[in-house]
């Protein structure tokens, strides 16, 4: 059973740094782009990361660019976002999800995590 | 940019429900592919998607749910709302970098 698990959110003050967890099971981790969406209170969904199965190929958001880096750890099955000079408006439950390319059809995000939530404030 | 109608929508049970989303570019990927996805948020719950690639269900969507459109318009099609459909509903588009997802239809019950 494929599972996502994330964790690490906190309340964090503003200017402050925090690093999220995606734990991985039931799948081979190393084969499938990965990805982080967010979605702030009383807001939408908003991608911000995407990253291949290698680790090589990263891209972002302009809201994270130069804050926030992703990285990935094959051997254990982990996916993490590193956030840096945290704002209030990072304030949001983060998720993440995993891409499938199957059936002549890519960009399908049928598997989700619960979602780790991030509060920045003083 | 991906622009989605209605913002709310009360419907009755057993009552069709519609909702429309507009992509200011098209989303023909240069794989002949369109990954327009339609996802579903409960209050609460993580999103799940319910429609990938403009019209394809996922394994254990009901097939009330139907997604269509060509290009930049598309509709996400609830023939027969039930009572648990409450939540919010999104448009995504994964065709071309950054993914970006609509603002979001609320659908409540009357």
């Known amino acids: 059973e494929v599972q996502l698990v994330e964790s690490g959110g906190d309340l964090v003050q503003p200017g402050g740094s925090l690093r999220l967890s995606c734990a991985a099971s039931g799948f081979t981790f190393s084969e499938y782009w990965m990805h982080w969406v967010r979605r702030a209170p009383g807001k939408g969904l908003e991608w911000i990361f995407s990253l291949n199965g290698d680790g090589t190929t990263i891209i972002h958001a302009d809201s994270v660019k130069g804050r926030f880096t992703v990285s990935r750890d094959n051997a254990k099955n982990t996916l993490f976002l590193q956030m840096n000079s945290l704002r209030a408006e990072d304030t949001a439950v983060y998720y993440c999800t995993r891409e499938d390319c199957s059936g002549g059809f890519c960009k399908k995000f049928e598997y989700w995590g619960q979602g780790t939530l991030v509060t920045v404030s003083s | 940019v991906m622009t989605q109608t209605p913002s709310s929508s009360p419907v009755t049970v057993g009552q069709p429900a519609s909702i429309s989303c507009t992509s200011s570019?098209?989303?023909?990927?240069?794989?002949?592919?369109?990954?327009l996805s339609w996802l579903q948020q409960r209050p609460g719950q993580p999103p799940r998607v319910l429609i990938y690639?403009?019209?394809n269900r996922f394994s254990g969507v009901p097939d009330r749910f139907s997604g269509s459109g060509a290009g930049t318009d598309f509709t996400l099609k609830i023939s027969r709302v039930e009572a648990e459909d409450v939540g919010v509903y999104y448009c995504?588009?994964?065709?071309?970098?950054?993914?970006?997802f609509g603002q979001g239809t609320k659908l409540e019950i009357k």
């Open positions: 995504m588009q994964g065709t071309h970098f950054p993914y970006t």
């Open positions: 570019q098209s989303l023909v990927h240069s794989d002949g592919n369109t990954y």
């Open positions: 690639a403009l019209s």
